[in-house]
Protein backbone atom coordinates (compact mmCIF):
# COMPACT_ATOMS: atom_id res chain seq x y z
CA UNK A 1 0.00 0.00 0.00
CA UNK A 2 2.90 2.85 1.02
CA UNK A 3 4.81 1.84 -1.66
CA UNK A 4 1.70 2.16 -4.28
CA UNK A 5 1.15 5.90 -2.80
CA UNK A 6 4.55 6.91 -2.93
CA UNK A 7 5.12 5.50 -6.41
CA UNK A 8 1.91 7.28 -7.49
CA UNK A 9 2.55 10.50 -5.80
CA UNK A 10 6.13 10.82 -7.76
CA UNK A 11 4.17 10.22 -11.84
CA UNK A 12 1.45 12.30 -10.43
CA UNK A 13 2.62 15.19 -8.21
CA UNK A 14 4.64 18.10 -9.33
CA UNK A 15 7.81 17.44 -8.43
CA UNK A 16 8.60 21.21 -5.78
CA UNK A 17 8.38 18.88 -2.02
CA UNK A 18 11.33 16.59 -1.28
CA UNK A 19 9.07 14.20 0.79
CA UNK A 20 10.24 11.96 3.22
CA UNK A 21 9.29 8.18 2.68
CA UNK A 22 6.20 7.90 5.16
CA UNK A 23 2.38 8.07 4.46
CA UNK A 24 -0.05 9.32 7.12
CA UNK A 25 -3.26 8.78 7.52
CA UNK A 26 -4.46 9.89 11.24
CA UNK A 27 -3.25 12.08 13.81
CA UNK A 28 -4.49 12.92 17.40
CA UNK A 29 -3.23 15.77 19.16
CA UNK A 30 0.29 15.32 19.35
CA UNK A 31 0.52 11.99 17.94
CA UNK A 32 0.52 10.69 14.16
CA UNK A 33 -0.18 7.29 12.54
CA UNK A 34 1.03 5.89 9.16
CA UNK A 35 -0.30 3.78 7.11
CA UNK A 36 1.80 1.00 8.41
CA UNK A 37 0.62 1.89 11.75
CA UNK A 38 3.55 3.24 12.81
CA UNK A 39 3.06 5.79 15.69
CA UNK A 40 5.20 9.69 16.07
CA UNK A 41 5.13 12.81 18.12
CA UNK A 42 4.92 16.02 16.10
CA UNK A 43 7.27 18.11 16.56
CA UNK A 44 6.74 19.51 13.36
CA UNK A 45 2.56 20.51 13.34
CA UNK A 46 2.45 20.47 10.00
CA UNK A 47 4.53 24.21 9.84
CA UNK A 48 3.22 25.68 12.89
CA UNK A 49 -0.18 25.19 11.55
CA UNK A 50 -1.93 22.62 13.91
CA UNK A 51 -1.29 24.42 17.08
CA UNK A 52 -4.49 22.87 18.96
CA UNK A 53 -3.17 19.55 17.60
CA UNK A 54 -4.24 16.92 15.42
CA UNK A 55 -8.05 16.06 14.48
CA UNK A 56 -9.00 18.80 16.98
CA UNK A 57 -12.89 17.64 17.99
CA UNK A 58 -14.19 20.72 19.24
CA UNK A 59 -13.45 21.74 15.57
CA UNK A 60 -14.24 18.81 13.74
CA UNK A 61 -17.73 19.90 15.11
CA UNK A 62 -18.17 23.18 14.36
CA UNK A 63 -16.30 22.48 10.68
CA UNK A 64 -19.22 19.91 10.78
CA UNK A 65 -22.06 21.68 11.74
CA UNK A 66 -21.38 24.85 9.46
CA UNK A 67 -21.15 22.22 6.62
CA UNK A 68 -24.42 21.53 7.12
CA UNK A 69 -25.44 25.05 7.02
CA UNK A 70 -23.43 27.09 4.34
CA UNK A 71 -20.81 26.20 2.43
CA UNK A 72 -19.75 29.36 0.53
CA UNK A 73 -21.77 32.22 -0.58
CA UNK A 74 -18.69 34.76 -1.41
CA UNK A 75 -18.44 38.22 -0.69
CA UNK A 76 -20.63 40.48 -2.20
CA UNK A 77 -22.62 38.79 1.01
CA UNK A 78 -22.22 38.76 4.54
CA UNK A 79 -21.73 36.04 6.48
CA UNK A 80 -21.96 35.37 10.83
CA UNK A 81 -18.68 33.59 10.77
CA UNK A 82 -16.74 36.36 8.99
CA UNK A 83 -17.78 39.05 10.74
CA UNK A 84 -17.00 37.15 14.30
CA UNK A 85 -13.88 35.83 13.51
CA UNK A 86 -12.86 39.75 11.99
CA UNK A 87 -14.28 40.65 15.39
CA UNK A 88 -12.86 38.69 17.28
CA UNK A 89 -9.31 39.64 16.11
CA UNK A 90 -10.06 43.57 16.30
CA UNK A 91 -10.84 42.71 19.55
CA UNK A 92 -7.75 41.43 20.84
CA UNK A 93 -5.07 43.16 18.91
CA UNK A 94 -3.90 46.59 17.60
CA UNK A 95 -6.40 46.28 14.47
CA UNK A 96 -9.35 47.29 13.05
CA UNK A 97 -9.85 46.11 10.29
CA UNK A 98 -9.42 42.42 8.64
CA UNK A 99 -8.86 41.51 5.19
CA UNK A 100 -8.99 37.74 4.84
CA UNK A 101 -7.43 35.20 2.41
CA UNK A 102 -6.82 31.89 2.42
CA UNK A 103 -2.45 31.17 2.70
CA UNK A 104 0.61 33.61 3.94
CA UNK A 105 1.78 34.10 0.81
CA UNK A 106 -1.60 36.30 0.39
CA UNK A 107 -1.94 37.56 3.37
CA UNK A 108 1.42 39.02 2.74
CA UNK A 109 0.48 40.08 -0.89
CA UNK A 110 -2.34 41.98 0.34
CA UNK A 111 -0.22 44.22 2.80
CA UNK A 112 2.50 44.81 0.38
CA UNK A 113 -0.68 46.04 -1.84
CA UNK A 114 -2.16 47.82 1.09
CA UNK A 115 1.49 49.74 1.74
CA UNK A 116 1.71 50.68 -1.95
CA UNK A 117 -1.95 51.77 -2.09
CA UNK A 118 -1.52 53.70 0.60
CA UNK A 119 1.37 56.09 -0.58
CA UNK A 120 -0.18 56.29 -3.84
CA UNK A 121 -3.65 57.66 -2.11
CA UNK A 122 -1.78 60.37 -0.28
CA UNK A 123 -0.47 61.44 -3.35
CA UNK A 124 3.29 59.69 -2.99
CA UNK A 125 3.67 58.23 -5.96
CA UNK A 126 7.93 58.06 -5.93
CA UNK A 127 7.07 56.29 -2.28
CA UNK A 128 6.71 52.53 -3.39
CA UNK A 129 9.73 50.73 -1.66
CA UNK A 130 9.44 48.36 0.57
CA UNK A 131 12.44 47.09 3.39
CA UNK A 132 12.33 43.37 4.03
CA UNK A 133 15.36 41.82 5.96
CA UNK A 134 17.88 39.42 4.66
CA UNK A 135 17.04 35.74 5.13
CA UNK A 136 13.34 36.64 5.72
CA UNK A 137 10.83 34.45 4.44
CA UNK A 138 7.07 35.53 3.09
CA UNK A 139 5.64 33.60 0.66
CA UNK A 140 6.19 31.90 -2.67
CA UNK A 141 3.82 33.94 -5.34
CA UNK A 142 5.77 36.84 -6.99
CA UNK A 143 5.39 39.48 -4.75
CA UNK A 144 5.77 37.63 -1.54
CA UNK A 145 9.13 35.92 -2.81
CA UNK A 146 10.58 39.39 -4.19
CA UNK A 147 10.26 40.37 -0.51
CA UNK A 148 11.84 37.65 0.60
CA UNK A 149 15.66 38.01 1.43
CA UNK A 150 16.64 34.66 0.52
CA UNK A 151 18.54 34.20 -3.33
CA UNK A 152 17.67 30.75 -3.53
CA UNK A 153 13.99 31.15 -3.41
CA UNK A 154 13.99 33.42 -6.15
CA UNK A 155 16.62 31.95 -8.12
CA UNK A 156 15.08 31.04 -12.01
CA UNK A 157 12.36 33.62 -11.57
CA UNK A 158 14.21 37.09 -12.56
CA UNK A 159 12.97 39.19 -13.64
CA UNK A 160 10.99 39.40 -9.50
CA UNK A 161 9.01 42.30 -8.51
CA UNK A 162 11.11 45.60 -8.33
CA UNK A 163 11.38 47.75 -5.19
CA UNK A 164 12.35 45.20 -2.31
CA UNK A 165 15.34 46.08 -0.45
CA UNK A 166 17.00 43.86 2.17
CA UNK A 167 19.18 44.86 5.10
CA UNK A 168 20.35 42.21 7.83
CA UNK A 169 17.69 41.45 10.18
CA UNK A 170 18.71 42.80 14.09
CA UNK A 171 21.12 45.69 12.44
CA UNK A 172 19.45 49.04 13.17
CA UNK A 173 22.23 51.27 11.47
CA UNK A 174 21.38 49.49 8.08
CA UNK A 175 18.00 50.09 8.10
CA UNK A 176 18.54 53.51 8.87
CA UNK A 177 21.27 53.86 5.66
CA UNK A 178 18.49 52.32 3.68
CA UNK A 179 15.56 54.38 4.74
CA UNK A 180 14.66 57.13 2.49
CA UNK A 181 11.20 59.38 1.17
CA UNK A 182 10.86 55.96 -1.48
CA UNK A 183 10.76 54.00 1.48
CA UNK A 184 6.71 52.96 2.04
CA UNK A 185 6.83 50.23 4.16
CA UNK A 186 9.51 48.00 6.24
CA UNK A 187 8.07 44.33 6.42
CA UNK A 188 9.62 41.50 9.11
CA UNK A 189 8.93 38.72 10.62
CA UNK A 190 8.97 39.53 14.72
CA UNK A 191 10.96 36.21 15.04
CA UNK A 192 12.31 34.47 11.76
CA UNK A 193 11.46 31.06 11.37
CA UNK A 194 12.81 29.49 8.19
CA UNK A 195 15.65 31.88 8.24
CA UNK A 196 16.46 29.70 11.06
CA UNK A 197 14.25 31.09 14.51
CA UNK A 198 15.85 34.18 15.06
CA UNK A 199 14.98 36.70 17.72
CA UNK A 200 15.02 40.61 17.97
CA UNK A 201 17.76 41.75 19.53
CA UNK A 202 16.41 43.84 22.64
CA UNK A 203 14.83 47.19 21.81
CA UNK A 204 15.49 46.13 17.87
CA UNK A 205 11.45 46.09 17.04
CA UNK A 206 11.22 49.64 19.32
CA UNK A 207 14.16 51.27 17.49
CA UNK A 208 12.27 49.81 13.82
CA UNK A 209 9.05 51.41 14.90
CA UNK A 210 10.76 54.46 15.66
CA UNK A 211 12.53 54.76 12.79
CA UNK A 212 9.43 54.02 10.79
CA UNK A 213 7.52 56.73 12.39
CA UNK A 214 10.26 59.11 11.42
CA UNK A 215 10.34 58.33 8.16
CA UNK A 216 6.57 57.90 7.61
CA UNK A 217 7.09 54.49 6.44
CA UNK A 218 4.24 51.75 7.54
CA UNK A 219 5.44 48.44 9.48
CA UNK A 220 4.55 45.23 8.50
CA UNK A 221 4.66 42.37 10.86
CA UNK A 222 4.60 38.47 9.08
CA UNK A 223 2.74 36.82 12.14
CA UNK A 224 2.49 33.97 9.51
CA UNK A 225 4.35 31.82 11.76
CA UNK A 226 4.31 33.51 15.02
CA UNK A 227 0.69 34.33 15.09
CA UNK A 228 -1.87 32.28 17.52
CA UNK A 229 0.11 31.65 20.02
CA UNK A 230 3.29 30.27 18.95
CA UNK A 231 5.74 32.79 21.03
CA UNK A 232 3.58 32.03 24.35
CA UNK A 233 1.82 35.05 23.70
CA UNK A 234 -1.41 35.07 21.29
CA UNK A 235 0.79 37.63 18.88
CA UNK A 236 4.46 37.70 19.04
CA UNK A 237 4.64 41.54 18.93
CA UNK A 238 3.13 41.29 22.33
CA UNK A 239 6.28 40.36 23.81
CA UNK A 240 8.17 43.66 22.61
CA UNK A 241 5.94 46.37 23.59
CA UNK A 242 5.65 47.25 19.67
CA UNK A 243 2.65 47.60 17.39
CA UNK A 244 2.57 47.23 13.90
CA UNK A 245 0.33 49.00 11.38
CA UNK A 246 -0.40 45.60 9.60
CA UNK A 247 -0.19 42.50 10.57
CA UNK A 248 -0.15 39.03 8.98
CA UNK A 249 -1.34 35.84 9.85
CA UNK A 250 -2.70 32.84 8.54
CA UNK A 251 -0.68 28.91 9.52
CA UNK A 252 -2.43 28.22 12.80
CA UNK A 253 -5.44 30.28 12.62
CA UNK A 254 -7.10 27.51 11.06
CA UNK A 255 -5.15 24.42 12.48
CA UNK A 256 -5.15 22.81 9.45
CA UNK A 257 -7.59 24.56 7.30
CA UNK A 258 -6.53 27.14 4.57
CA UNK A 259 -7.11 30.92 6.18
CA UNK A 260 -5.18 33.88 6.00
CA UNK A 261 -5.74 37.15 7.42
CA UNK A 262 -4.28 40.95 6.90
CA UNK A 263 -4.88 43.14 10.08
CA UNK A 264 -4.54 47.08 9.96
CA UNK A 265 -5.19 49.97 11.94
CA UNK A 266 -7.87 52.25 10.70
CA UNK A 267 -6.11 54.68 8.86
CA UNK A 268 -3.71 52.60 6.59
CA UNK A 269 -6.98 50.21 5.80
CA UNK A 270 -9.09 52.94 4.74
CA UNK A 271 -6.83 52.43 1.26
CA UNK A 272 -8.89 49.48 0.81
CA UNK A 273 -12.10 50.54 -0.73
CA UNK A 274 -14.40 48.49 -2.78
CA UNK A 275 -12.47 47.08 -5.80
CA UNK A 276 -9.19 47.50 -4.73
CA UNK A 277 -8.70 43.73 -3.78
CA UNK A 278 -10.44 40.76 -3.42
CA UNK A 279 -10.61 36.78 -2.72
CA UNK A 280 -13.19 34.12 -3.91
CA UNK A 281 -12.89 32.16 -1.02
CA UNK A 282 -11.30 34.71 1.56
CA UNK A 283 -13.40 34.32 4.89
CA UNK A 284 -15.81 32.11 3.69
CA UNK A 285 -18.10 30.57 6.11
CA UNK A 286 -17.08 26.94 6.19
CA UNK A 287 -13.43 28.06 7.20
CA UNK A 288 -14.54 31.16 9.23
CA UNK A 289 -16.20 29.22 11.49
CA UNK A 290 -13.61 26.63 12.24
CA UNK A 291 -11.40 29.20 12.52
CA UNK A 292 -13.94 30.72 15.28
CA UNK A 293 -13.68 28.02 17.04
CA UNK A 294 -9.75 27.92 16.82
CA UNK A 295 -9.66 31.48 18.68
CA UNK A 296 -12.59 30.30 21.44
CA UNK A 297 -10.30 26.84 21.96
CA UNK A 298 -7.22 29.21 23.20
CA UNK A 299 -8.91 31.22 25.12
CA UNK A 300 -11.04 28.95 26.72
CA UNK A 301 -8.09 26.34 27.71
CA UNK A 302 -5.71 28.94 28.35
CA UNK A 303 -3.57 27.25 25.61
CA UNK A 304 -1.30 30.68 25.32
CA UNK A 305 -0.34 29.88 29.16
CA UNK A 306 0.47 26.75 28.51
CA UNK A 307 2.71 27.56 25.56
CA UNK A 308 4.56 29.80 27.34
CA UNK A 309 5.11 27.26 30.44
CA UNK A 310 6.32 24.32 28.81
CA UNK A 311 8.08 26.27 25.77
CA UNK A 312 10.35 27.71 29.00
CA UNK A 313 10.62 24.27 30.01
CA UNK A 314 11.36 22.75 26.92
CA UNK A 315 13.94 25.48 26.22
CA UNK A 316 15.80 24.51 29.79
CA UNK A 317 15.80 20.60 28.21
CA UNK A 318 17.73 22.08 25.17
CA UNK A 319 20.22 24.43 27.37
CA UNK A 320 20.69 21.19 29.27
CA UNK A 321 21.59 19.20 25.89
CA UNK A 322 23.56 21.71 24.71
CA UNK A 323 25.89 21.63 27.92
CA UNK A 324 26.35 17.51 27.83
CA UNK A 325 26.92 17.66 23.58
CA UNK A 326 29.66 19.51 21.84
CA UNK A 327 28.11 18.79 18.64
CA UNK A 328 25.25 21.64 20.19
CA UNK A 329 26.59 25.31 18.97
CA UNK A 330 23.20 27.29 20.39
CA UNK A 331 19.85 27.03 21.90
CA UNK A 332 17.50 29.98 20.35
CA UNK A 333 14.03 31.08 19.82
CA UNK A 334 10.74 31.68 21.92
CA UNK A 335 7.75 30.08 23.37
CA UNK A 336 6.88 26.66 21.18
CA UNK A 337 9.01 28.53 18.48
CA UNK A 338 12.57 27.25 19.35
CA UNK A 339 15.77 25.90 17.69
CA UNK A 340 19.31 24.11 17.97
CA UNK A 341 21.78 25.05 16.25
CA UNK A 342 24.46 22.49 15.27
CA UNK A 343 27.99 22.32 14.43
CA UNK A 344 27.39 19.82 11.94
CA UNK A 345 24.11 19.03 8.80
CA UNK A 346 20.58 18.87 10.19
CA UNK A 347 19.53 16.60 8.24
CA UNK A 348 20.61 12.82 8.99
CA UNK A 349 19.72 13.73 12.60
CA UNK A 350 16.32 14.97 11.96
CA UNK A 351 16.02 11.28 9.84
CA UNK A 352 17.07 9.67 12.55
CA UNK A 353 14.74 11.39 15.19
CA UNK A 354 11.51 10.58 12.25
CA UNK A 355 12.88 6.57 12.61
CA UNK A 356 12.81 6.58 16.43
CA UNK A 357 9.22 8.24 15.97
CA UNK A 358 9.45 11.97 16.23
CA UNK A 359 9.16 14.49 13.74
CA UNK A 360 11.17 17.29 14.01
CA UNK A 361 12.42 19.80 10.76
CA UNK A 362 15.47 21.03 9.83
CA UNK A 363 15.53 25.65 8.80
CA UNK A 364 18.66 26.87 7.17
CA UNK A 365 20.87 23.33 6.53
CA UNK A 366 22.03 23.20 10.56
CA UNK A 367 19.51 24.23 12.82
CA UNK A 368 16.80 22.08 13.79
CA UNK A 369 13.37 23.47 14.68
CA UNK A 370 11.08 22.17 17.08
CA UNK A 371 7.22 23.53 16.33
CA UNK A 372 5.18 21.25 18.10
CA UNK A 373 1.38 21.67 18.88
CA UNK A 374 0.96 23.78 21.39
CA UNK A 375 -0.71 21.25 23.66
CA UNK A 376 2.67 19.48 23.86
CA UNK A 377 3.27 18.17 27.18
CA UNK A 378 6.60 17.34 29.55
CA UNK A 379 6.58 14.18 29.08
CA UNK A 380 6.38 14.15 25.37
CA UNK A 381 9.10 16.83 25.57
CA UNK A 382 11.14 14.59 27.54
CA UNK A 383 10.74 11.63 25.46
CA UNK A 384 12.36 13.61 22.42
CA UNK A 385 15.30 14.86 24.57
CA UNK A 386 15.87 11.08 25.80
CA UNK A 387 15.99 10.85 21.51
CA UNK A 388 17.98 13.35 20.91
CA UNK A 389 20.42 12.67 24.15
CA UNK A 390 21.11 9.02 22.09
CA UNK A 391 21.88 10.21 18.90
CA UNK A 392 24.01 12.90 20.14
CA UNK A 393 25.92 10.64 22.33
CA UNK A 394 25.89 7.80 19.62
CA UNK A 395 27.85 10.63 17.25
CA UNK A 396 30.16 11.88 20.09
CA UNK A 397 32.87 9.67 18.49
CA UNK A 398 32.16 10.75 15.53
CA UNK A 399 33.01 14.35 16.10
CA UNK A 400 35.73 17.22 16.45
C1 LIG B 1 4.83 29.94 6.02
C2 LIG B 1 5.11 31.40 5.97
C3 LIG B 1 4.62 32.20 4.91
C4 LIG B 1 3.91 31.63 3.71
O1 LIG B 1 2.68 31.05 4.04
P1 LIG B 1 1.93 30.13 2.93
O2 LIG B 1 0.63 29.81 3.61
O3 LIG B 1 2.80 28.94 2.69
O4 LIG B 1 1.76 30.95 1.72
C5 LIG B 1 4.85 33.55 4.98
N1 LIG B 1 5.52 34.11 6.01
C6 LIG B 1 6.01 33.37 7.02
C7 LIG B 1 6.73 34.04 8.14
C8 LIG B 1 5.83 31.98 7.03
O5 LIG B 1 6.35 31.25 8.02
Known amino acids: MKNEVINL ?15 FTKGR ?9 KEYTDFVAGIAVCNLGHACPEIAQALSLQADLLFHVSNLFYTTPQVELAAWLVDHSFADRVFFCNSGAEANEAAIKLARKNSHDKGHRDRFKIITMEKSFHGRTFATLS ?8 EGY ?3 LSGFEFVPFNDIDALKRQMSDAVCAVMLEPVQGEGGVVCPAPEYLRAVRQLCDKAGALLIFDEVQTGIGRTGRFFAYEHFNVEPDIMTL ?3 LGNGLPIGAMLAKEDTASAFQAGAHASTFGGTPIITAAALEVVKLFERENIVDHCRQVGSYFKDCLMSLKDRHE ?10 LLGLK ?15 GFLINCTQENILRFIPPLIITREEIDSLISCLDEIFSSIKGEFN
Not at 9 to 23: C, G, L, Q
Not at 327 to 336: A, F, K
Open 147 to 154: ATGQQKIR
Open 158 to 160: DPV
Open 250 to 252: AKA
Open 342 to 356: LKIPGAPIVTECINK
Open 29 to 37: KCTLWDIDG
Open 9 to 23: ADKVIASTYKRFPIV
Open 327 to 336: VVEDVRGIGL
